[in-house]
């Protein structure tokens, strides 16, 4: 793809005026970067993989158990009351994105993306090794449909079923647990028709994005390619080519080298490999997902050349452009890393202020407030919400602390028995004479002591008859 007849700012690279979609066949490239991203997309890939089959404390180590609302992480369980955790977590996660794209521009997209490191890693070598290089692929792709080709495509697209199918099923292994998951597959369909249409419906996406959406998903759709440039400044590092170095540029002339071109010898490498067919040499662009393929390929071409390499490099825009040095302490940087730090203290003080029993009592509402047991005899009915969020049963005693001996605590359950993972609520009178009262009113606290030694206070108000 030419980049001499396309306006890289008014128009999309992959499409065409009309509006039709010009298909990407990148060449594949190898070098410094492109290893180093192979070993860190794996390591994701196996992460992801060996997650749901990793043991803690004879449960599974992550597990979102939705339908419960039970989550656990590594022998943690939260449930939906410990809300409040999710908020600091998905805030850590907001900011550390703000942070890092303000520091090293999208790297998230290049390094870390499910959509580049499935792509790229796994969807596209399975399409390198059954229909060849880019030039036999586009060739394949416009040629009539023989026995060949049928055999091609249907054996990239068989294959594609299989790996969507097991990727799909991994990261439903998360929700549904594994061993649940299991069991599952080896039952008919009919007998988990939900679930079964769930694993289908991921594998549709899967296979529609990897198969064919790809680099339109990132180029048109993505939300974060569209808000990254508020994010980053001229100081962020990014993927970027050297104009004063490259500029201008020519072809190579080995026998009458002009010594007023530039570095870049216009071989339209750095363009032939590029997943989301745009011209690094244009400078940032929203579709640059920041991938490296460019910087292997033109450092391949510097080192026929004899020149050094880094025409196109992770550099600053300040730096590529003005030859100014990189200013790392920057406002926005100062900004998003102290809100970093901000609220991950927050979530670790939240996580581990955490209390695995939550008590609340209330007073039953649709009655009297107090009801008279005897003409000096008051009773004052609540409701006592006792939740276990341990994984384990817990067995709970119940008492009144600091009243007098007058003063008496009634419940039909004490102590009380909780499974892991479970609320109960308890009626609780609690009857008091009317001499202990001020005004109508008295308090007393009501103590839950756990098997595991935590005592619980809460302090609740007794209302009488004013005298
Ligand atoms: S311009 Fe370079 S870094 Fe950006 S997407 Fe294309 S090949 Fe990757
Ligand atoms: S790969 Fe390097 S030399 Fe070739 S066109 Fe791109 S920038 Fe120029």
């Excluded at 490259?246 to 071989?267: S, T, V």
Aim: hydrophobic share 40%; glycine share 6%; charged share 20%.
């Amino acid at each position: 793809m030419s980049s001499k007849d396309h306006d890289y700012r008014t128009e999309l690279y992959t499409i065409t005026k009309d509006g039709d979609r010009k298909w990407v066949y990148p060449t594949h490239v190898s070098g410094f970067w492109m290893r180093t991203r192979t070993v860190v997309v794996y390591a994701l890939m196996a992460l992801y993989v060996i997650a749901p089959w990793l043991v803690y404390e004879g449960h599974q180590a992550i597990h979102l158990d939705i339908p419960h609302r039970r989550f656990v992480f590594f022998g943690a369980t939260f449930w939906a009351t410990d809300l409040q955790l999710l908020f600091f977590v998905l805030a850590c996660l907001a900011l550390s994105l703000f942070f890092f794209t303000a520091l090293l521009g999208r790297v998230w997209c290049g390094w870390a993306c499910p959509e580049t490191v499935f792509l790229e890693f796994v969807y596209r070598p399975i399409e390198r090794l059954i229909e060849g290089g880019p030039v036999a692929r586009m060739k394949l792709d416009n040629a009539p449909w023989t026995t060949q080709k049928i055999l091609k495509k249907g054996t990239k697209y068989l294959t594609y079923i299989v790996i969507s199918w097991f990727l799909a099923s991994t990261l439903l292994a998360y929700f549904v647990g594994r061993e649940e998951l299991i069991s599952m597959m080896l039952r008919p369909p009919i007998e988990n028709l939900s679930t079964f249409c769930i694993t289908l419906f991921l594998m549709g996406v899967l296979l529609f994005q990897f198969g064919w959406f790809r680099e339109q998903f990132c180029t048109a759709l993505c939300p974060y390619a569209r808000f990254q440039s508020v994010l980053m400044d001229s100081n962020s590092i990014q993927v970027g080519y050297d104009p004063e170095r490259g500029e201008p540029r020519g072809k190579l002339n080995k026998k009458n080298p002009n010594p007023d071109q530039g570095d870049c010898i216009d071989c339209g490498l750095c363009v032939r490999v590029c997943p989301t067919g745009i011209d690094i040499r244009n400078g940032l662009q929203l579709e640059c997902i920041q991938c490296t393929a460019c910087i292997d390929a033109c450092d391949s071409i510097m080192d026929k050349i004899d020149k050094p390499r880094g025409l196109i490099r992770y550099d600053t825009e300040e730096s590529l452009l003005h030859g100014k040095s990189t200013r790392v302490l920057r406002p926005r940087i100062i900004v998003y890393s102290t809100l970093l730090v901000i609220a991950f203290a927050a979530l670790l003080y939240n996580f581990s202020s955490r209390q695995v029993t939550d008590v609340k009592i209330v007073r039953k509402s649709g009655e009297n407030v107090y009801s008279m047991i005897s003409k000096d005899t008051v009773a004052n009915h609540f409701s006592l919400r006792l939740s276990n969020k341990s994984d384990k049963e817990i067995l709970y005693h119940i008492k009144l602390k600091g009243s007098g001996r007058k003063t008496k605590l009634i419940t039909p359950i004490n102590p009380v028995k909780i499974e892991g993972g479970t609320s109960m609520p308890l009626p609780i009178f609690i009857h008091f004479p009317t001499s202990s009262m001020n005004s109508g009113k008295m308090s007393v606290s009501v103590s839950v002591t756990s098997s595991n030694n935590q005592e619980y206070t809460r302090d609740v108000t007794l209302l009488g008859p004013e005298k």
